[in-house]
């Protein structure tokens, strides 16, 4: 992603607005300074699918705010409770728990054998062992108006979190980061398409990411940013918190105070052919663009940077673009992947 948007800063030509940058999910060092509000997305317009809970049981505790999946166990946290629980994933009996000093916790992951929980209040990351012994800590902040962070998923040196309503140089509103865990540098951040984003999960190519308001959860493609798939959350309100595990997803409801678990089976098919297999140039493009796609793709269409399409493929062969303006285009296959291009003239 790096290698485009460098090729982007320097062709001055493509005129790309900086709210269509924040879009993309840029870094940050490549934005201008940008202290006015960004429009935001309202993806409550986007088809909601309902899909229901094969299983559910009640948390451990109130107002539970997070769960994270480690393999075979649940492990769930509680808005004002010092305590993180262990539950089991068959019917949310308490395998164990430790205490904490973390007052607002609003997220927990799992990841190599470490739990990460997210301090809704000092808006720090705390990492324990799975006995609850304190190992390390990292500030959300960093140089950025942080306001009310939600939702984690952790991912080898990688981090995914959710923000309402803060501000960085180039993005103000409803957020969600990747950032660095060894100087907490953003990687990645984008719009949410909702209103007060909340649990998330990362799986493959695509984030998860709950919504409150709407009471959705949000399929989002990490390499175009855009909606692929939007589904109701269990529980009614307050669909805190969200893990992926045993080929589902698990949320915590704080008003129902319980645990669901509902079967995904679209990611596990599009995981089965990989982003690699597809292949788009030349990149930066002038007059003629080339296609190469596994066997069974037969068109694509052409979208601009809005989404809107532009020009629809079926010889999947090659594609005339001269008419079309400088600038950044995604290509999205007929099986729902997706790749980004550059025209440059």
């Not at 309202?42 to 699918?49: I, K, Q, R």
């Not at 649940?74 to 904490?100: H, M, Q, R």
Request: glycine residues 6%.
């Amino acid at each position: 992603m790096k290698v485009i948007l460098l090729i982007i800063m320097m062709i001055p030509l493509v005129g790309i607005s900086q709210e269509k940058l924040d879009c993309l999910g840029m870094p940050n060092d490549f934005h201008n300074i940008n202290t006015g509000n960004t429009p935001k997305y309202n993806g409550e317009d986007f088809p909601l699918t309902d899909y229901s809970p094969t299983l559910s049981f009640a948390s451990p505790t109130l107002l539970p705010s997070g769960i994270a999946w480690d393999g075979s166990k649940l492990w769930v946290c509680g808005y004002n409770e010092y305590k993180i629980y262990c539950v089991s994933a068959d019917n949310g009996s308490v395998l164990s728990s430790f205490p904490t000093h973390i007052r607002r916790p609003y997220g927990i992951a799992y990841d190599n054998d470490r739990l990460f929980v997210l301090d809704n209040e000092s808006k720090m990351i705390i990492k324990y062992d799975l006995n609850g012994n304190k190992q390390d800590s990292i500030s959300l902040i960093c140089n950025c108006n942080i306001n009310f962070p939600a939702g984690l998923c952790v991912k080898n040196n990688n981090f995914w979190f959710n923000d309402t309503q803060g501000s960085t140089p180039s993005i103000s509103g409803d957020s969600t980061y990747r950032r660095e865990f060894l100087n907490s540098t953003t990687i990645e951040a984008f719009l949410s398409f909702g209103d007060f984003p909340t649990g998330m999960a990362v799986v493959d190519d695509y984030l998860y990411v709950n919504d409150n308001p709407s009471q959705s959860t949000y399929k989002i493609d990490r390499l175009s940013f855009q909606i692929v798939e939007r589904f109701t959350a269990p529980g009614g309100v307050y669909p805190n918190g969200l893990a992926w595990g045993n080929e589902g997803l698990w949320y915590v409801n704080n008003a129902s105070d319980s645990i669901y678990f509902v079967p995904q089976v679209t990611t596990q098919v599009v995981a089965l052919k990989s982003f690699e297999d597809y292949n788009v140039y030349p990149n930066p493009a002038n007059d003629v663009l080339f296609f190469h796609a596994p066997n069974g793709v037969t068109s694509c269409d052409i979208l601009d940077i809005t989404g809107k399409e532009v020009m629809t493929v079926n010889e999947m062969t090659f594609a005339n673009v001269s008419n079309l303006k400088s600038g950044v285009y995604m290509v999205r296959f007929n099986d729902g992947m997706i790749k980004k291009i550059l025209i440059s003239r």
